[in-house]
């Protein structure tokens, strides 16, 4: 090979050679693709547990406190009516039962939530102070005079409880009476006072107990004494005083000829301006149950497949107004 084609060559290898060198570099590979690492299995959630239903009666929303007069807890009104009220409002009604006076009072330093009691005056008394905003007719009985079937008064068949009462105190004949200011009490009182006549229990009949009126019809029959009770307790009990009898008032509320012996019981809800402790709306709530045609019905019916007639009369006025 001659020295002109060797050069031709070589030149030819350089320029190649300076060609490569300026060309781009080529592109790299892209690795390949991997797979994004597995996740792991996904877990099932964990199993709630099944819903449950609630509960038929959640837990009482509030307590009541009922101050009462001894009739409506001795006659079985309260068993009969307040399981109702407890069920609808999911409350708890703790009944303190006493003498009127005594559950007046009681509401007076605002240790109730409400009171139902039957002396008119003691409650108007209890309104005006600024204890209670209102009071609301609820139902009404009546008094009667029992005694021992023997009469030694010989006051069966009077018509008047005064005329009763002049004659057992003329006789001496043994009488209880309550004497715990209650509206039985209280009714009591009034009778003597209009003869007038004041017994004490220095004349030797007259036994002031200071007790309920369960307990005094009780003592009566012991003692064969005679008493002034309102009817319905007086009836809820009469199996168990067998020397016992209605003298005056006659057999139903009907045959009682002295309108003085008429018995009314209000409610009264504790006033919440006055005594700011007391379940107000749960007392409001009451008083609407308790004077509504419903619940009055109920009062109206009770004792009637027992006794024959009615232990207490509804008088509320929703009740009046639905007749």
Known sequence: MSKST????????????????????????????TEAPAQPAATEAPAQPAATEAPAQPAATGKLI?????????????????????????ADVDVVAVGTGQA??????????????????????????????????????DFIIVGPADDPAGVAGMGLAKDAFAAIAEAGAPFASRGDNSGTHTKETTIWASIPVTPTAESGWYNSLGQGM????????????YTLTDRGTYLSMRDVLPNLAILVGGENLAENQDKVLLNPYGVLAVNPELHPNVNAALAAQFVEWLTSVEVQKMIGEFGVDRFGQPLFYPSSAQWQASQ
Not at 76 to 83: E, N, Q, S, V
């Open 6 to 33: 060797l050069f031709a060559l070589s030149a030819l290898l350089v320029i190649l050679a300076l060609l490569a060198g300026c060309a781009p570099p080529a592109a790299p590979v892209a690795p390949a693709a």
């Open 66 to 90: 009922l101050a009462t007069t001894t009739s409506t807890a001795d006659s079985g009104l309260l068993d009969a009516i307040l399981p109702d009220f407890e069920q609808r409002f999911n």
């Open 104 to 141: 007046l009072e009681i509401g007076s330093k605002g240790d109730a939530d409400v009171v139902l009691v039957h002396s008119r005056k003691g409650e108007d008394k209890f309104v005006a102070d600024g204890h209670a905003k209102e009071r609301f007719d609820v139902m009404y009985n």
């Open 214 to 225: 369960g307990d005094t019809l009780v003592f009566s029959n012991e003692l064969g004494a």
